[in-house]
């Protein structure tokens, strides 16, 4: 799996025509609905037979298109690719899992639960 900041080449979101953050704040199975809706709807476009004339291109695409769906429709796989391709210049926290409005809202919580010490170890008291 590439590893670094991702290109349109090797970004299965983007070759599947999927939105990322979309994605990443639905359920698991609606993820995976809608990944293999995505799919069949390319890969009956791209499929070589379905394109005599243009074969060659056809091939390639339909092989980038499977080996999209193979990633992201595995949920492990899915996750392993989502870490590796995140990006470590300054827009890396574009591709993070808390990029969605649901965790956008936790965020400022759990924020305050860490200042106000809820992990902080306080010094036992003197007797």
Same mark, same amino acid.
């Not at 900041?5 to 639905?26: E, G, H, P, Q, W």
């Not at 965020?107 to 007797?127: E, S, W």
């Given at each position: 799996?590439?590893?670094?900041? %991702? &290109?349109? *080449?090797?970004?299965? +979101?983007? @070759?599947? !025509?999927?939105?990322? $953050?979309?994605?990443?704040?639905? *359920? &698991? $199975?609606?993820? *995976? ?6 799919? =069949?709807?390319?890969?009956? =476009? /791209?499929?070589?037979?379905? $394109? ?14 499977? $080996?999209?769906?193979? %990633?992201? %429709?595995?949920?492990?796989? =899915? ?13 890396? /926290? +574009?591709?993070? #899992?808390?990029?969605?409005? !649901?965790?956008?809202? @936790?965020?400022?919580?759990? %924020? ?6 809820? +992990?902080? !170890?306080? #010094?036992?008291?003197? =007797?």
């Amino acid at each position: 799996m590439p590893r670094g900041k %991702v &290109t349109m *080449k090797n970004d299965y +979101y983007a @070759i599947l !025509k999927l939105n990322r $953050n979309k994605i990443r704040c639905m *359920k &698991t $199975n609606e993820i *995976k609905a809608e990944i293999k809706r995505a799919y =069949r709807c390319l890969a009956m =476009r /791209w499929h070589p037979d379905k $394109n005599p004339d243009n074969q060659e291109e056809a091939t390639i695409r339909f092989q980038e298109i499977s $080996n999209a769906y193979e %990633v992201l %429709v595995d949920d492990k796989k =899915r996750q392993i690719y989502n870490i590796d391709s995140c990006d470590t210049s300054s827009d890396r /926290w +574009y591709h993070m #899992p808390m990029k969605c409005e !649901k965790c956008e809202k @936790i965020l400022p919580d759990l %924020v305050a639960l860490l200042q106000h010490g809820m +992990y902080y !170890k306080h #010094p036992q008291k003197q =007797r």
